[in-house]
C-alpha cells in the first residue's frame, strides 16, 4: 500500500488484526485496574467497544494510538481523584488501596528484585569503566530502589521485610509515580551489566515500539530509500519482500549425517543463508510504513534471535569447517589471509598455572595439608590480598633492545627459528616477522609496542628479501596500517578494488575499515606482548637484579610471545626453521 494511499484515509487496512487485539487486552487490563474484584477477562467485551470507537473515529495510526492513551490517562486521573467507588465506605477504600498496591506490585516486583541482585556487580563494573562519580550515583539509585521495594511488600533476599504499613492511596500514587520515573532507567544500566542478550532484547522491543510512529517510520523510510538510490541498490522495501525474507528466515537447517562432510558443508550454508535473510529482513522491516510494519510484530528481536542462533552453531562447528575448506598451499600448509590478523586472537597462557593445574590432576590423593601454601585454593578466612607487584603491566623494556644496547647472543638463533628478523633505525631496535603474503607485524621495545600492517604481495616479490632490510632501513617510518593493502582487479575507470573476508570493493571503501580491525589486532597483541613482559618482574624486586638477568628473563619474554603469535596464526602447525 501506498503512502499516498494511507494519508487519504485507507490506513485502517494496513492495521494487522493481531495489533489490534493486543490493544485491546492493553485496554482491558487497564479498565481492571479502576473496580475491586475485576480482572481483564471481565472488561475484555467493553475494552472491544472502546478500542472500535477510536478506530473508526482515528485519521491515522498515529492519531488512533494518541487517543487510546489520552483516554486512558484521563480515566486513570479520575479514579485517581475521586478515590474510587464509595469513598466514604472504609472497607472498600481500603480493598481499593491494597488492589493498587498489589498492582504496583506486580509491575514492578520483578524489576525490583533484578535490581536488587544484580546491582553490587552493577556498581563495581560502573566504577571500574566509568570512575568513582557515577558509580556512586548508581548506588545510590540501587539502594534507594531497594527500600521503595521494600515499601511495596516486595521481598529481597539479604534484606529483612518491613513492617506490614497500612499505605494510604496518596503515598502509593506517590510511590508509583517515582518508581515510574526511575526503575527502567536504573534497570536497563544494571541489565547492560548483567546481561548483554537480555539487553539487547529490551532495546530492540523499544526501537520497534517508536517505529510504529508513522513520523519515525518516514523518516528512516525516506533515508533508507536515498541510500539504495545512491547506490543503484535493487532492495525493494515492501511487504512481499519482508515476507519472503520472513519465509526464508524460517527454512528448517538440514541435519547432517554422520561422518558426512559434505552434509557438514550443506548445514553451514544453510545457516549464512539464513543469516542473509535476517539482515536483510531488518533492513526492509525498517523501510516499512508504521501501518506496514504492524504485519510482523517483534521483527528485529526476531531477526536478532535468528542470528545469534545460528553463529553460535557455525562458532561450534568452526574449526571442523575451517579445517575442512581452508586454502592451501602446494605443500599442505594453510595459507594466511589477512583477516586472520584480527580473526584468530592471541592470548596469553600463564604456564605456570597450567603446570600446577596438570600436576594436581597427576596426584589425585593430594591433601590441603600436603599442598604448597601458594598454590592452596582461598577459603574465606584467607582474605589477604597478593602484593601489588603480582599485578603489575609492564609497558617498556627495562633492558632488552633498548636504545645503545646490543643484543645478546641467545636472541639471534632465536630469531631465526621464528623467521624473524632484528631492525635497526639508528638507536631504535625492532623485530619484524612476516605471515606469508598477507600482513606483518612490528615488535618495538620502548615502549612496548605492536603493529600489524597488510603487506603488498607484488611489492614483495619485486623488492629485497626480508633478511636484508636491516642494512636497507633508513629513519623511522610509521605508515598506516592498511598501507600495503593487496588490490585486485582493475576496472575500466583506473580503480582498484580488494577483497577481504568475501567481500569485494574499492581500496577508498574497505582500506579505512581493515585499518580498524588491524588497530584492533595490533592491541589485543600489545597486551599480550606485555603481559609476557610483565611476567618477568611479578613478584620480584628489581633493585636485587643485575641489567644482564633482565636481558635474560625479556630475551625469554620475547622467545614466548614470537611462540605464541606463530603458534595462533599458523594454526598450531609452526615448525621452527633450522639453520
Known amino acids: 500500500m501506498s503512502e499516498a494511499a494511507a494519508a487519504g484515509g485507507d490506513w485502517r487496512k494496513s492495521i494487522a488484526q493481531s495489533y489490534r487485539s493486543g490493544q485491546v487486552r492493553s485496554i482491558a487490563e487497564e479498565l481492571a485496574t479502576f473496580?475491586?474484584?475485576?480482572?481483564?477477562?471481565?472488561?475484555?467485551?467493553?475494552a472491544m467497544k472502546f478500542e472500535d470507537s477510536?478506530?473508526?473515529?482515528?485519521?491515522?495510526?498515529?492519531?488512533?494510538?494518541?487517543?487510546?492513551?489520552?483516554?486512558?490517562?484521563?480515566?486513570?486521573?479520575?479514579?485517581?481523584?475521586?478515590?474510587?467507588?464509595?469513598?466514604?465506605?472504609?472497607?472498600?477504600?481500603?480493598?481499593?488501596?491494597?488492589?493498587?498496591?498489589?498492582?504496583?506490585?506486580?509491575?514492578?516486583?520483578a524489576k525490583l528484585i533484578y535490581i536488587a541482585k544484580h546491582a553490587d556487580r552493577a556498581v563495581q563494573v560502573t566504577r571500574m569503566t566509568s570512575g568513582e562519580q557515577k558509580a556512586k550515583v548508581l548506588k545510590d539509585h540501587c539502594d534507594s530502589l531497594k527500600k521503595r521495594a521494600l515499601q511495596l511488600g516486595v521481598q529481597i533476599e539479604g534484606e529483612a521485610p518491613l513492617p506490614r504499613l497500612n499505605h494510604d492511596m496518596a503515598f502509593l500514587t506517590q510511590l508509583k509515580a517515582s518508581l515510574d520515573t526511575i526503575v527502567d532507567t536504573v534497570r536497563s544500566h544494571v541489565v547492560k551489566v548483567e546481561d548483554a542478550n537480555l539487553f539487547l532484547?529490551?532495546?530492540?522491543?523499544?526501537?520497534?515500539?517508536?517505529?510504529?510512529?508513522?513520523k519515525n517510520s518516514n523518516i528512516l523510510r525516506k533515508a533508507l530509500q536515498d541510500a539504495?538510490?545512491?547506490?543503484?541498490?535493487?532492495?525493494?522495501?515492501?511487504?512481499?519482500?519482508?515476507?519472503?525474507?520472513?519465509?526464508?528466515?524460517?527454512?528448517?537447517?538440514?541435519?547432517?549425517?554422520?561422518?558426512?562432510?559434505?552434509?557438514?558443508?550443506?548445514?553451514?550454508?544453510?545457516?549464512?543463508?539464513?543469516?542473509?535473510?535476517?539482515?536483510?529482513?531488518?533492513?526492509?522491516?525498517?523501510?516499512?510504513?508504521?501501518?506496514?510494519?504492524?504485519?510482523?510484530?517483534?521483527?528485529?528481536?526476531?531477526?536478532?534471535?535468528?542470528?545469534?542462533?545460528?553463529?553460535?552453531?557455525?562458532?561450534?562447528?568452526?574449526?571442523?569447517?575451517?579445517?575442512?575448506?581452508?586454502?592451501?598451499?602446494k605443500d599442505g600448509n594453510p595459507i594466511i589471509k589477512l583477516e586472520d590478523a584480527w580473526n584468530k586472537h592471541l592470548q596469553y597462557v600463564d604456564e605456570t598455572v597450567v603446570q600446577s593445574a596438570a600436576a594436581v590432576e597427576e596426584d589425585d590423593d593430594i591433601t590441603a595439608e600436603d599442598e604448597p601454601a601458594n598454590k592452596r585454593q582461598k577459603t574465606d578466612e584467607d582474605t589477604s590480598t597478593?602484593?601489588?607487584?603480582?599485578?603489575?603491566?609492564?609497558?617498556?623494556?627495562?633492558?632488552?633492545?633498548?636504545?645503545?644496547?646490543?643484543?645478546?647472543?641467545?636472541?639471534?638463533?632465536?630469531?631465526?627459528?621464528?623467521?624473524?628478523?632484528?631492525?635497526?633505525?639508528?638507536?631504535v631496535s625492532s623485530i619484524r616477522m612476516e605471515f606469508g603474503t598477507a600482513f606483518e607485524m612490528t615488535i618495538y621495545f620502548k615502549p612496548l609496542l605492536v603493529t600489524i600492517r597488510a603487506m603488498n604481495k607484488e611489492a614483495t616479490a619485486t623488492t629485497t628479501p626480508i633478511r636484508d632490510i636491516t642494512?636497507?632501513?633508513?629513519?623511522?617510518?610509521?605508515?598506516?596500517?592498511?598501507?600495503?593493502?593487496?588490490?585486485?582487479?582493475?576496472?575500466?575507470d583506473n580503480t582498484s578494488h580488494v577483497s577481504v573476508?568475501?567481500?569485494?570493493?574499492?581500496?577508498?571503501?574497505?582500506?579505512?575499515?581493515?585499518?580498524?580491525?588491524?588497530?584492533?589486532?595490533?592491541?589485543?597483541?600489545?597486551?599480550?606482548?606485555?603481559?609476557?613482559?610483565?611476567?618477568?618482574?611479578?613478584?620480584?624486586?628489581?633493585?636485587?637484579?643485575?641489567?644482564?638477568?633482565?636481558?635474560?628473563?625479556?630475551?625469554?619474554?620475547?622467545?614466548?610471545?614470537?611462540?605464541?603469535?606463530?603458534?595462533?596464526?599458523?594454526?598450531?602447525?609452526?615448525?621452527?626453521?633450522?639453520?
Open 228 to 329: 539504495a538510490d545512491a547506490d543503484n541498490s535493487t532492495q525493494q522495501l515492501t511487504t512481499d519482500q519482508m515476507k519472503l525474507l520472513t519465509d526464508l528466515m524460517n527454512v528448517p537447517t538440514p541435519i547432517p549425517r554422520r561422518n558426512q562432510n559434505a552434509d557438514q558443508v550443506r548445514a553451514a550454508l544453510s545457516r549464512i543463508e539464513k543469516m542473509r535473510a535476517s539482515t536483510q529482513a531488518i533492513l526492509t522491516y525498517c523501510g516499512l510504513t508504521a501501518e506496514e510494519k504492524t504485519s510482523f510484530p517483534g521483527s528485529l528481536k526476531k531477526c536478532s534471535a535468528i542470528l545469534k542462533e545460528n553463529l553460535l552453531a557455525l562458532g561450534k562447528d568452526h574449526s571442523y569447517l575451517f579445517e575442512d575448506v581452508e586454502e592451501k598451499d
Open 386 to 427: 597478593p602484593p601489588a607487584e603480582t599485578n603489575r603491566m609492564v609497558i617498556s623494556a627495562r633492558v632488552l633492545l633498548t636504545p645503545g644496547r646490543k643484543p645478546i647472543s641467545k636472541l639471534i638463533p632465536e630469531l631465526k627459528k621464528k623467521s624473524a628478523v632484528l631492525i635497526k633505525n639508528g638507536t
Open 501 to 579: 573476508l568475501g567481500v569485494t570493493g574499492t581500496r577508498a571503501t574497505l582500506a579505512p575499515i581493515i585499518a580498524k580491525q588491524l588497530e584492533y589486532a595490533s592491541a589485543q597483541a600489545t597486551h599480550v606482548l606485555r603481559k609476557c613482559f610483565a611476567a618477568t618482574v611479578n613478584g620480584k624486586t628489581s633493585s636485587s637484579e643485575s641489567d644482564f638477568g633482565i636481558e635474560i628473563a625479556e630475551t625469554s619474554a620475547l622467545i614466548k610471545f614470537m611462540k605464541i603469535v606463530r603458534s595462533t596464526y599458523h594454526n598450531g602447525k609452526w615448525v621452527d626453521v633450522e639453520d
Open 201 to 214: 532484547e529490551e532495546q530492540l522491543d523499544s526501537a520497534d515500539k517508536k517505529l510504529l510512529n508513522s
Open 35 to 46: 473496580e475491586p474484584g475485576a480482572s481483564a477477562d471481565s472488561k475484555k467485551m467493553l
Open 54 to 109: 477510536i478506530f473508526k473515529a482515528a485519521s491515522s495510526m498515529d492519531d488512533y494510538r494518541k487517543i487510546i492513551d489520552k483516554k486512558i490517562n484521563k480515566l486513570k486521573k479520575h479514579y485517581a481523584k475521586k478515590g474510587g467507588v464509595d469513598e466514604e465506605n472504609k472497607d472498600l477504600i481500603r480493598e481499593k488501596e491494597l488492589l493498587f498496591q498489589k498492582a504496583v506490585r506486580d509491575e514492578y516486583g
Open 471 to 492: 642494512a636497507l632501513s633508513g629513519g623511522i617510518q610509521w605508515p598506516s596500517l592498511h598501507q600495503g593493502l593487496n588490490t585486485g582487479e582493475t576496472t575500466d
